[in-house]
């Protein structure tokens, strides 16, 4: 079965680092793209970037460059996403999510989530 | 890039049909066709339920489909059944700047 497990749920303070986690099982972790969707409270699903765990290949939506880190470990097969100094605005539900990508006629790829986490509730709050 | 449009509710009773409609521009909606749907219930993680506009991942049941005209992507439901209550999200392929775009959910009332 293809499942992929986030980490427990975190609080911290404005300023504070976090590094959140997502480990795969049940699939090649490397042969898919895996990314990071956030939800604040009450609010709908925005996604934040990708990356293939194979290379480390990694792209961010254009209001999530800079604010976050997506990163993998392909030999534990998980991926991660990190703050360096959080703020109160990152309070919100993070999904993991394997990407599936397909070619786009425009000669891009496209991707859409087939499989997700369970998800991880980040607090933060002074 | 601006969410995409959906109602923010809709409602049927069960054994009925309902559209949800996702209206976007040219620039992703109109211009691919690479629209899918997600289905959220309270609590839970989001579920795939429709991919490249129309096709469904094994498992989904042939309740859902979907499709696109111009602009507007829909996702249609019949026969409603109480399971389908929840939120329901488009996204969209929107060129190579960008991941994608989603739309702003829609909660799905059954009566």
């Known amino acids: 079965e293809v499942q992929l497990v986030q980490s427990g749920a975190e609080v911290k303070k404005p300023g504070e680092s976090l590094k959140i986690s997502c480990k795969g099982s049940?699939?090649?972790?490397?042969?898919?793209?895996i990314g990071w969707v956030r939800q604040m409270p009450g609010k709908g699903l925005e996604w934040m970037g990708i990356?293939?765990?194979?290379?480390?290949?990694?792209r961010y939506s254009p209001s999530f460059q800079g604010q976050v880190t997506i990163s993998a470990d392909k030999s534990i097969s998980t991926a991660y996403l990190q703050w360096s100094s959080l703020k109160a605005s990152d309070t919100a539900m993070y999904y993991c999510?394997?990407?599936?990508?397909?070619?786009?006629?425009?000669?891009?790829?496209?991707?859409?989530?087939?499989?997700w986490g369970k998800g991880t509730t980040v607090t933060v709050s002074s | 890039q601006s969410a995409l449009t959906q109602p923010r509710s809709v409602s049927g009773s069960p054994g009925q049909s309902v559209t949800i409609s996702c209206t976007g521009t040219?620039?992703?909606?109109?211009?691919?066709?690479?629209v899918s749907w997600y289905q959220q219930h309270p609590g839970k993680a989001p579920k795939l339920m429709i991919y490249?506009?129309?096709k469904r991942p094994s498992g989904v049941p042939d309740r859902f489909s979907g499709s696109k005209s111009g602009n507007t992507a829909s996702l249609t439901i019949s026969g409603l059944q109480a399971e389908d209550e929840a939120d329901y999200y488009c996204?969209?392929?929107?060129?190579?700047?960008?991941?994608?775009?989603f739309g702003g959910g829609t909660k799905l009332t059954v009566l």
């Open positions: 990356i293939y765990p194979g290379d480390s290949d990694t």
């Open positions: 049940g699939y090649s972790f490397t042969s898919y793209w």
């Open positions: 996204c969209s392929y929107a060129g190579s700047y960008t991941l994608g775009v």
């Open positions: 040219s620039s992703d909606v109109g211009g691919y066709n690479y």
């Open positions: 999510a394997r990407h599936l990508r397909g070619y786009s006629y425009d000669g891009n790829y496209y991707y859409y989530m087939d499989v």
């Open positions: 490249d506009v129309s």
